[in-house]
Structures are given as structure tokens and as C-alpha cells.
């Protein structure tokens, strides 16, 4: 349904567009829609404008429709399905946008929201979420696009991970895939458990590196849990201190336990999705038999905990650092005495 409605949104615009010749920057004669082409099958080939005329019923556009309008128009906004409202907001959101070319690449990210099959209200919430989008050419946005179906993100799933996380199209496809091979070499995911944390938490991709290394590394190893259950939990949709705490919680009420090297216990641990995937009450009630009161006081005590081992791990660090430079000395005083004595020697 998503793909067919917007091939008859871009096809509506197109047909209106070739009567009152408001053609924008993406000529469709070129067939620059590629991604409607694989889905609808309307417009795909370089020659599909003939579809639309008869070879023996050519129409000779008027002189003043072979001069493409390269400024988004209210107009134009509207013969696309949006509202006079909605027009307008999106006008002048790109009034506010610095560069000459705004009003070209808008149009740019706009058919390709059509082209994702989002309809006009789809698209303004995307874009007010993500104004950035905007600023992205035509180019790009077909190269990331491109990337995330690659990727595994098929149709539908790929909607949603462009509505529910929009700024995933303002990062350059060179960065998504150096966080791929971060999660199946690092992390030992497979191809299809990273295509799953990219659906369902489309934010790790701007995660740093270490923190994301340093909570997988929690999870495995304190918790004992493998990849398909982190999976299957959502672990990178929550931070690394609302893993630990609830964590710790059940841990230190006998509730919770790391396994030996043969992955048993001497209790049966809950499953991470039992933990994380239920609100603060559910948890408290079900979970962890306790109180919000008695949960709030331990995460004051947690915070301080952290906050002295962190200063402890950085007064270690800063010990080594130390440590080295004065090791690096006395390596140079050692080589230096070694030259002098070389020269007096040589004097001799």
C-alpha cells in the first residue's frame, strides 16, 4: 500500500507538474526515482515519459514550460499532497535555511520521503523532527537509502526506522558501515542480528565506540547473557546506567547471578527482555519484589559508586602516565650518558 500510494502521489505531481510546468530540480523524464522504479513499476525507464504521451499525439510544451522552476513554491508543495498549512510550515522552514540551493534539495528529500511510501503528514513529522534533512542532496540521500536496503532494512521496516529515527539519513553511509563491522567483529553479531539492532535501535549508529563496547562487554560478561537475547531485548535502546542499576539491584537482593564458566547458576536469573523491555513499577512488582522508595535510595548509593571508581580509574591511569614519562626519562639520560662518554672517550 505505501509503495503504491506513492507512486500515485509522485505520478499526480508529475502529470499536474507537465501541465502547468512546474517542474523541479528532479526531472522525472530522467527517471532520477530509481527506488520507484524497483517498487511500483510506473516509472521505469528513461524512456517512461513516452507512457505518458502517445508517439502519435505529441504535445509541443508552450516556450515558457521548458524553463524549470528551481525554487520550492507553495504551489508546487501542494500538488503534492500537502495542506495550505502544511505547505506553508515547509516553505518556511526552508526560507530558514541557509544556501542557494535549499529550495532544490528539499525537493530532493521530499520525493524521496514519497518514494519510501510516506505520505505528506509522514513526511512533515520526519522533517520536523530531523530539519537537517533540508540541507541533504538528492545524491546522498539515495546513497544512504541505498545502503540501508543493502544492509537488510527491506520495505516497511525501512519506513520505520526513517520515522521513528530520521537523523539515521544525515549520516554519511562510510560512518553506518564502519559501525556495522564494529558490531560483528567487535561484538561478535551476526549479518542478520545487526540488520535487527539497526531496526529496532537505529540510534547505536552515532553511539561512541568505547561506551558501546564497554556495555556489550557488561551484558556478556557480569550478566552472562549472549547476543540473540540481546537481540531480542533491545539492549542498545537503554543506557548503560539503566542496564546496571537494575542489574545491580537484583543482585545485591540475591535475585541475580553470574554465571560460572559452564553458563550455570545457582538460582535461575531473569531474562534481560524481563528486565529491561517493562516500566520502573512492572519491574519493582514483578521482577525485583521491591519498593520505588527503596529502588531510589540505591540508585543514589550507585551513582556515588560509580562516580569514586571512576575518579579511582583515573587517578590510576594518571599514575601510569607518570610511571612511563619517568621510565621514558630515564631512558634518555641513560642514552645521553652513553653519548658523552662515547665523545670523551673518542677525545682520548
Same mark, same amino acid.
Given at each position: 500500500?505505501?509503495?503504491? *500510494?506513492?507512486?500515485?502521489?509522485?505520478?499526480?505531481?508529475?502529470?499536474? /507538474?507537465?501541465?502547468?510546468?512546474?517542474?523541479?530540480?528532479? =526531472?522525472?523524464?530522467?527517471?532520477?526515482?530509481?527506488?520507484?522504479?524497483?517498487?511500483?513499476?510506473?516509472?521505469?525507464?528513461?524512456?517512461?515519459?513516452?507512457?505518458?504521451?502517445?508517439?502519435?499525439?505529441?504535445?509541443?510544451?508552450?516556450?515558457?514550460?521548458?524553463?524549470?522552476?528551481?525554487?520550492?513554491?507553495?504551489?508546487?508543495?501542494?500538488?503534492?499532497?500537502?495542506?495550505?498549512?502544511? %505547505? +506553508?510550515? !515547509?516553505?518556511?522552514?526552508?526560507?530558514?535555511? &541557509?544556501?542557494?540551493? %535549499?529550495?532544490?534539495?528539499?525537493?530532493?528529500?521530499?520525493? %524521496?520521503?514519497?518514494?519510501?511510501?510516506?505520505?505528506?503528514?509522514?513526511?512533515?513529522?520526519?522533517?520536523?523532527?530531523?530539519?537537517?534533512?533540508?540541507? !541533504?542532496?538528492?545524491?546522498?540521500?539515495?546513497? $544512504?537509502?541505498?545502503?540501508? &536496503?543493502?544492509?537488510?532494512?527491506?520495505?516497511?521496516?525501512?519506513?520505520?526506522?526513517?520515522?521513528?529515527?530520521?537523523?539515521?539519513?544525515?549520516?554519511?553511509?562510510?560512518?553506518?558501515?564502519?559501525?556495522?563491522?564494529?558490531?560483528?567483529?567487535?561484538?561478535?553479531?551476526?549479518?542478520?542480528?545487526?540488520?535487527?539492532?539497526?531496526?529496532?535501535?537505529?540510534?547505536?549508529?552515532?553511539?561512541?565506540?568505547?561506551?558501546?563496547?564497554?556495555?556489550?562487554?557488561?551484558?556478556?560478561?557480569?550478566?552472562?547473557?549472549?547476543?540473540?537475547?540481546?537481540?531480542?531485548? $533491545?539492549?542498545?535502546?537503554?543506557?548503560?546506567?539503566?542496564?546496571?542499576?537494575?542489574?545491580? *539491584?537484583?543482585? &545485591? $537482593?540475591?535475585?541475580?547471578?553470574?554465571?560460572?564458566?559452564?553458563?550455570?547458576?545457582?538460582?535461575?536469573?531473569?531474562?534481560?527482555?524481563?528486565?529491561?523491555?517493562?516500566?520502573?513499577?512492572?519491574?519493582?512488582?514483578?521482577?525485583? /519484589?521491591?519498593?520505588? +522508595?527503596?529502588?531510589?535510595?540505591?540508585?543514589?548509593?550507585?551513582? &556515588? @559508586?560509580?562516580?569514586?571508581? @571512576? =575518579?579511582?580509574?583515573?587517578?590510576?591511569?594518571?599514575?601510569?602516565?607518570?610511571?612511563?614519562?619517568?621510565?621514558?626519562?630515564? @631512558?634518555?639520560?641513560?642514552? /645521553?650518558?652513553?653519548?658523552? %662518554?662515547?665523545?670523551?672517550?673518542?677525545?682520548?
Amino acid at each position: 500500500m505505501g509503495t503504491r *500510494f506513492a507512486a500515485s502521489q509522485v505520478l499526480r505531481w508529475t502529470l499536474r /507538474n507537465a501541465t502547468h510546468s512546474v517542474f523541479g530540480p528532479l =526531472q522525472f523524464g530522467r527517471c532520477q526515482l530509481q527506488p520507484l522504479c524497483a517498487g511500483g513499476r510506473l516509472l521505469c525507464s528513461s524512456t517512461s515519459q513516452g507512457t505518458l504521451q502517445s508517439p502519435q499525439h505529441t504535445h509541443e510544451p508552450h516556450p515558457l514550460s521548458r524553463q524549470p522552476v528551481t525554487e520550492l513554491s507553495l504551489s508546487s508543495l501542494v500538488d503534492m499532497g500537502f495542506t495550505d498549512s502544511q %505547505a +506553508e510550515q !515547509i516553505y518556511d522552514a526552508t526560507s530558514k535555511v &541557509r544556501g542557494t540551493s %535549499a529550495s532544490k534539495q528539499a525537493l530532493s528529500t521530499l520525493t %524521496a520521503m514519497f518514494v519510501l511510501g510516506l505520505n505528506p503528514s509522514s513526511a512533515l513529522k520526519i522533517l520536523e523532527k530531523c530539519p537537517e534533512l533540508y540541507t !541533504i542532496n538528492e545524491l546522498q540521500l539515495q546513497q $544512504r537509502i541505498g545502503n540501508m &536496503r543493502k544492509l537488510g532494512l527491506v520495505e516497511g521496516s525501512l519506513q520505520r526506522v526513517v520515522s521513528h529515527f530520521p537523523q539515521i539519513l544525515t549520516v554519511p553511509v562510510k560512518t553506518v558501515k564502519h559501525m556495522v563491522l564494529f558490531l560483528r567483529e567487535k561484538c561478535q553479531f551476526t549479518s542478520q542480528q545487526v540488520t535487527d539492532i539497526l531496526r529496532d535501535s537505529p540510534a547505536v549508529i552515532l553511539e561512541d565506540k568505547e561506551q558501546l563496547e564497554y556495555k556489550f562487554q557488561y551484558v556478556y560478561y557480569r550478566m552472562g547473557v549472549k547476543q540473540a537475547d540481546m537481540v531480542k531485548s $533491545r539492549l542498545f535502546r537503554y543506557t548503560l546506567e539503566e542496564v546496571r542499576c537494575r542489574h545491580c *539491584f537484583l543482585e &545485591r $537482593r540475591g535475585l541475580y547471578q553470574t554465571p560460572d564458566k559452564k553458563g550455570q547458576t545457582m538460582i535461575i536469573n531473569s531474562k534481560l527482555d524481563g528486565i529491561l523491555k517493562i516500566d520502573l513499577d512492572t519491574f519493582l512488582t514483578d521482577v525485583a /519484589n521491591g519498593s520505588a +522508595e527503596e529502588y531510589e535510595v540505591f540508585q543514589r548509593l550507585m551513582a &556515588r @559508586e560509580w562516580q569514586e571508581e @571512576e =575518579q579511582l580509574q583515573g587517578s590510576i591511569e594518571a599514575g601510569s602516565d607518570d610511571e612511563e614519562e619517568d621510565e621514558e626519562d630515564e @631512558e634518555d639520560d641513560e642514552e /645521553n650518558s652513553g653519548k658523552s %662518554a662515547y665523545k670523551k672517550r673518542r677525545k682520548r
